[in-house]
């Protein structure tokens, strides 16, 4: 498979993990909703990295691939780079904590910077040469 072709399979996967993560903010299910706006912010990143013909071995890779290559050099802004590093810790407490819960209100507010996130990470894939308008 080529690596444009590998790319909108995840483009597709973050489509999907957002529209999830709309349905569970619906239906009440915030933890949940955490760990799949983790998940379509982390697919994301992971299309433009397969785009650059890069793989990550792991979700630390990912979160350094962010920090190093796309907020250092101001292709991200700092802000979306706090709030990705942010959503991966909190997607830990979604998953294992025991003690962690998150609020409608939070998690609303954190669904639209993870839209902002996409869509800037999308910007970037666009001037990489491939077209994401069919993706959420």
């Known amino acids: 498979m080529r690596y444009s ?10 489509s999907g993990s957002y ?4 349905n569970d903010i619906r239906n009440g299910i915030f933890d949940r909703a955490v760990s799949s706006l983790y998940y379509s912010a982390f697919q ?8 650059r013909e890069l793989r990550s071995k792991s979700h630390t890779d990912v979160r350094a691939y962010v920090n190093r290559d796309l907020v250092r050099p101001g292709h ?3 802000e979306l780079g706090k709030m990705y590093n942010r959503l991966m810790d909190m997607r830990s407490d979604a998953d294992y904590s025991d003690s962690v819960t998150f609020s409608k209100h939070e998690v609303e507010s954190l669904a639209e910077r993870v839209k902002e ?20």
Do not use: P, Q, Y
Not at 6 to 14: C, I, P, Y
Not at 19 to 22: C, D, K, V
Not at 44 to 51: E, H, P, R
Not at 126 to 133: K, Q, R, Y
């Open 5 to 14: 072709d590998s790319a909108r399979v995840m483009l597709g996967k973050a």
């Open 19 to 22: 529209l999830s993560a709309s």
């Open 44 to 51: 994301t990143v992971t299309a433009l990295m397969l785009l």
């Open 76 to 78: 991200l802004s700092i």
């Open 117 to 136: 996130f996409n869509s800037a990470v999308k910007s970037i894939i666009n001037s990489d040469g491939l077209e994401t308008d069919s993706f959420v």
